[in-house]
């Protein structure tokens, strides 16, 4: 039965039954008219994918001289879809017909739909169920190219004001930062509370700047990712231990592990705890920066006396990294939203707290960028939980992945990753199963190849320390 169609109840015909037949067909023709006046297409399929009736934006945008000519066909026919490399999606990677099979809800601005005659249009679509599993699906979506034009135009304003105004605030930073320094300027204690305010404004309005030059390359595509593989243990150990400082000056304890035991605020710890090493394919840099945020934020939004707890563990085929703390909490309202652009809990509790409201969406899209998911855990006054899912390697799959890092920075101009690749695993083949690192490499300024050569100390370490 189509969404349009009603059939009257009751037997033997009657006024009143003549009457909802009446009203069925004008509702009916009204559904018509105002589908047949919109400027978005609109698609009503069956459940086998059917076209059973198309408007007349449907068949402008996908080609077609007359909205009757889809009905009948496949809508796969019709409601062709392209990636942004302009790859045409096939049916099995296709999210729009995996909706329609499921009968699920669906909705993308990230495809193009390409018409009959090979235009492409980028569109914001969605998917419909009108009911259970035999009812019709519809199928909506709309032109979106003056959208990107102006979020692009945005997208430029916003960078190239960050970066022309990034410039005199650092020269601002830098030069309170001398007036503040007792070998370079002598102050009276009154003055230097008076810098120290503005300095400290100084280097949140960098970090404004900084984090708006960061979402406009996001948001333009401008960020490649560089996977290096990396011990995650020992790499979130380290990164987390930049921040002990400011959890001292603010006085909180601080604990490193899987059951956030075993390190004080010193990163000394009190109990003997041998952490299992796992291995993942990361941004050094993503995964920095990453880390950087949830634990500014942990120090941030808990009180004097909290707790912070960093760890890292395997979960299965992924790595999963957790920041908590006893801070001040979420609200189930907001919990939805924190990870959006812009967004900030408002709330008598963070009014004096500054922020963004940038660097969770930050954290959000390097992490996704590098095949991951971030989300969070919270109530309201009893401290939350972030969590970073990675997918995770195996040791063998991190020392093949080292050796060929190694050899690709080794080799010459104008060599192919993939010689590079071969010829690591041929080393490592040649080597035998008993091999645990790689021979150290030439020193480089490259910080993926730092790290990966004091991971591989840490690594013969453990090791040693085990046995």
Known sequence: MGIFSRKPKGGSPSADQAQVVQNAQAQAVLAETVLNSINDGVVIIDAKGMIKMMNPAAARMTGNASPADGVGLSYLSIVRLENGEGMQLPDANNPMAVAVTNNTPW???????????????????????????????????????????????????????????????????????????????????????YLTEAHNASKHLGKLFQDLLDVTKLDDNRVRVHLVPVEMVSFVRETAQRQITAMNNKGLEYSFGMSGRGSGVDGQGTEAQIDPLVYAMIDVDFMTEILGNLIENAIKYTEQGGKIWV?????????????????????????????????????????????????????????????????????????????????????????????????????????????????????????????????????????????????????????????
């Open 107 to 193: 909705e993308s601005r990230e495809f193009y739909l390409v018409t009959l005659q090979g235009s492409r249009i980028p569109v914001a679509i969605s998917m419909t169920p009108s009911g259970g599993r035999g009812a019709d699906r519809i199928i909506t979506f709309r032109d979106i190219t003056e959208e990107l034009k102006k979020e692009g135009e945005q997208t430029e304003f916003i960078s190239t004001a960050s970066h022309e105004m990034r410039t005199p605030v650092a020269s601002i930073e830098g030069y309170l930062g001398l007036a503040l320094n007792p070998q370079t300027a002598t102050i009276d204690e009154r003055a230097r509370q």
């Open 311 to 467: 760890g890292v563990r395997a979960d299965g085929d992924n790595v999963l990294i957790n920041v908590t703390d006893t801070g001040i909490g979420i609200s189930p309202d907001n919990l939805t939203h924190i990870f959006q652009k812009f967004y900030r809990v408002d709330n008598s509790a963070t009014r004096t707290i500054g922020g963004t409201g940038l660097g969770l969406y930050i954290v959000k899209e390097r992490t996704e960028a590098m095949g991951g998911r971030v989300w969070a855990e919270s109530a309201f006054s009893e401290g939350s939980t972030f969590y970073v899912s990675l997918p995770r390697i195996s040791e063998m799959e991190y020392q093949r992945q080292k050796q060929v890092l190694a050899n690709t920075q080794m080799m010459p101009v104008g060599t192919s990753i993939s010689a590079a690749a071969s010829s690591s695993a041929d080393a490592l083949l040649s080597r035998g199963t008993q091999s645990t690192a790689p021979s150290a490499t030439p020193a480089s300024s490259n910080p993926s190849a730092e790290m990966l050569a004091r991971q591989t100390t840490t690594s013969q370490n453990s090791v040693s320390n085990i046995q």
